[in-house]
Nanobody, 128 residues
């Protein structure tokens, strides 16, 4: 079982990117998915979360109103639409599947310990 991210790249400030997170060897629809990022010199942080059925979404304060998470369970893929990007969004972005046996408690979606399948990450660079 693995997750594969794609869609990263170089974009100018104010631009947009859409990241994808595809499941390989397992049904993503059975898992809540979190998006995380690690900026240079910083700890990895939770960015967004989407429940298994897509009815619950969460965002960190730093991306709220600019990023949108969605899922297409038929395509076995989760997406992160990122708009109004700034240099502070520069990071490696990861998606991760929440452990269904130990789901994150309320308010805990942004903590890595609740996720047990991780992608390899995709680089997003925002620069003029």
């Amino acid at each position: 079982s693995q997750l594969v991210e794609a869609g990263g790249g170089l974009v100018t400030p104010g631009g947009a990117l859409r990241l994808s997170c595809a499941g390989r060897g397992f049904a993503v629809e059975k898992y809540a998915i979190g998006w995380f990022r690690r900026a240079p010199g910083k700890e990895r942080e939770g960015v967004s979360y989407i429940s298994k059925d897509g009815t619950i979404t969460k965002y960190s304060e730093s991306v709220k109103g600019r990023f949108t998470v969605a899922r297409d369970n038929v395509q076995n893929t989760v997406y992160l639409e990122m708009n109004s990007l700034t240099p502070e969004d520069t990071a490696v972005y990861y998606c991760a599947a929440e452990d269904p046996d130990y789901p994150a408690p309320a308010g805990g979606w942004g903590m890595e310990l609740w996720y047990d399948i991780w992608g390899q990450g995709t680089q997003v660079t925002v620069s003029s």
